[in-house]
């Protein structure tokens, strides 16, 4: 139990520093980041307007 504490403990300061120093080199959070680096190349085919596919499939 006490290995536990002492490992999650060190984790929990771990990740602070680590996020910390992240946000401090980066205006974006992590999840923005990456919607960007994954999703972004391919967010201009997808698309949610629903006008614009009912008057693509009516043309």
Request: aromatic share 8%.
């Amino acid at each position: 139990m006490k290995l536990a504490f002492i490992a999650l403990l060190l984790g929990i300061s771990i990740g602070y520093f680590y996020g910390y120093d992240d946000a401090r080199h980066h205006t974006k959070n992590v999840v923005e980041r990456t919607v960007d680096r994954v999703g972004g190349k391919n967010r201009d085919r997808m698309s949610n307007d629903v006008d614009k596919q009912t008057e693509d499939v009516h043309e």
